[in-house]
């Protein structure tokens, strides 16, 4: 064995000595606690008419940790919206408001939830500023939000303290949301429609799927419209080897994401470790609890592409050429929800829709899901996957989209207004 794979193997070693006692340290079941507007802003970006702040003070909220390099920090006007916090505590998270919220005509309001790294501004309101791009070369500096308020939805949106964590604590804050929704606007129900990894927290709060600190489905969800959703699983970040590691390890030049299956990745010819930008629980702590929950194999249907280097080692875990994995086994034992939440199901009285893409064509520097078909992320097959949803009302593959268009382009937007409608 070579001194690099010494290296990388005591890495492997030492990390399962400890993070096994740390996967198994329960979680305190708590009393819900009241939830709190803080704050309310009305000198906004990206053309929403207000955001607020609010804190659940739910003493249950898990912690999730953010990277020290700041990668996952607040930043611009949601920095000054979450009180000037970079890394502000779970239990909070903000609301925008779009024009018309209060007086546009549609009777059901709509509440926009994103996916992972994302936030209301990039994801909904301007997909220009998204730090992992927008799919595209050329990126529109409108989006969804824009659409619906001008077809007179009154539309609402989330943000997360932390975008990649945990889907226990967004599908609380879900529930909150909708319930300040129908407050303020006096509407029964709310429609929902979740990008990507929000598809799994929405699904977590319809399916009650919930610690024991959560509160239950409120039976307030009139449709539920899924864009490029993970509905049986996703497992991009342990198949294609190093690929994923390149684009974390700030060494490789990468520092966009994070989750990666490796806990050590040779970066031009020097290894170096980052636990804490795995999706593991380690004794460094839980950083991407969100990216760990929506683990799925996918092997079996389709196999590992040999020309990624250490594609089989980072996805069974082991040492590689390049790099050291503790396998997505591993991982999805330490808590994916999607077996939960497609066990639960998704009630048979909430309209759920299915919107997917086809072409996997993210521009570099991103590996695009090319082992099956995919949207460049999302496996096709997983998007469309019905399995645990009472009532799909529809279920369409756009073609031409990636997994990135498929938050603003225009056949996606009218597709979504035409189900909402």
Aim: with cysteine.
């Amino acid at each position: 064995m070579s001194h690099w794979s010494r290296r990388a193997a005591m890495t492997v070693a030492s990390v399962l000595g400890v993070a096994a006692l740390v996967a198994a340290t329960p979680v305190t079941a708590n009393a819900t606690g009241p939830v709190t507007l803080e704050a309310s802003y009305t000198s906004v970006s990206y053309g929403w008419a207000k955001v607020e702040r609010w804190y659940d003070s739910n003493p249950g909220y898990i912690t999730a940790n953010y990277p020290a390099d700041g990668r996952l920090d607040q930043t611009g006007q949601r920095r000054t919206f979450f009180g000037n916090v970079a890394r502000p505590a779970m239990g909070r998270y903000l609301l925008s408001y779009a024009p018309g919220w209060n007086t546009n005509a549609k009777p059901t309001p709509v509440l926009l939830v994103p996916g992972a790294y994302e936030h209301a501004d990039m994801a909904w309101a301007d997909p220009s500023t998204s730090h992992i791009g927008c799919g595209a070369s050329s990126c529109p500096n409108t989006g969804l939000m824009q659409a619906l308020s001008g077809a007179g939805y009154k539309v609402f949106a989330l943000t997360f303290p932390h975008s990649a964590g945990n889907n226990y604590n967004h599908a609380q804050q879900i529930r909150n949301a909708v319930r300040t929704i129908r407050s303020a606007t006096g509407a029964p129900k709310v429609d929902v429609v979740a990008w990507s990894m929000g598809a799994v927290a929405a699904r977590m709060y319809v399916s009650g799927v919930k610690k024991p600190w959560g509160s239950p489905y409120g039976g307030d969800v009139r449709k539920l419209i899924l864009i490029g959703g993970p509905n049986n699983g996703w497992d991009w970040t342990f198949r294609h080897g190093t690929y994923p590691a390149i684009l974390t390890y700030a060494e490789c030049g990468g520092a966009a994401i994070g989750g990666t299956a490796a806990l050590a990745q040779n970066c031009y010819g020097t290894l170096y470790s980052h636990p804490e930008l795995t999706a593991y629980i380690t004794p460094a702590g839980d950083y991407f609890p969100g990216i760990r929950q929506m683990l799925r194999r996918w092997d079996a249907t389709y196999p590992l592409d040999p020309a990624d280097f250490d594609a089989y080692t980072t996805y069974n875990g082991g040492v590689g050429t390049y790099s050291s994995s503790l396998g997505i086994n591993y991982a999805i034992g330490q808590g994916s929800v999607i077996g939960p939440i497609r066990s639960a199901g998704v009630p048979a009285s909430i309209s759920t829709y299915l919107l997917c893409g086809n072409t996997a064509d993210i521009p570099y520097p991103w590996h695009n899901e090319h082992t099956g078909p995919s949207d460049g992320t999302i496996f096709t097959a997983s998007c469309t996957d019905p399995g645990g949803i009472g009532a799909v009302t529809a279920n369409t593959t756009l073609s031409n989209l990636n997994h990135l268009k498929l938050a603003w382009d225009t056949s996606a937007k009218n597709q979504i207004a035409t189900w909402l409608n």
